[in-house]
């Protein structure tokens, strides 16, 4: 798939798309994707050692996997307000108890 490919910068992946693998993009290029509404799942690793530096979880997403956002570019990640799961905290996201 993506995985170490070092020539995509940014992605615009499918709205009927509902889940993200693991090692999705793992080492690649990528330093902007929109992760589309319908995602569920987020694999682990997804993102780990990217180049991206911000995401936004979906209401819909219910599960993260370990290590999936393990950038040093990584800023900022927000997380929308009606997820039932998790909640945006600086830099960072919890679940919701």
């Known amino acids: 798939m ?6 995509v910068e940014a992605l615009s992946l499918p709205e009927s798309l509902i889940s993200i693998g693991e090692d999705a993009f793992k080492n ?21 050692g ?3 530096r911000s995401v936004f979880i979906p209401r819909e997403v219910e599960s993260i996997g370990p290590g999936a956002f ?13 997820n039932k799961y998790y ?3 600086t830099e960072s996201f919890l679940p919701r108890i």
Do not use: C, H, M
């Not at 993506?2 to 020539?7: H, L, M, Q």
């Open 2 to 7: 993506f995985w170490f490919n070092e020539t």
């Open 70 to 82: 393990g950038s040093r570019s990584l800023k900022e990640i927000s997380v929308d307000r009606n």
């Open 50 to 52: 990217s180049n991206i």
């Open 28 to 48: 690649t290029s990528v330093k902007s994707i929109t992760i589309p509404a319908n995602v569920k799942t987020i694999g682990q690793y997804a993102f780990t």
């Open 87 to 89: 909640t945006s905290l």
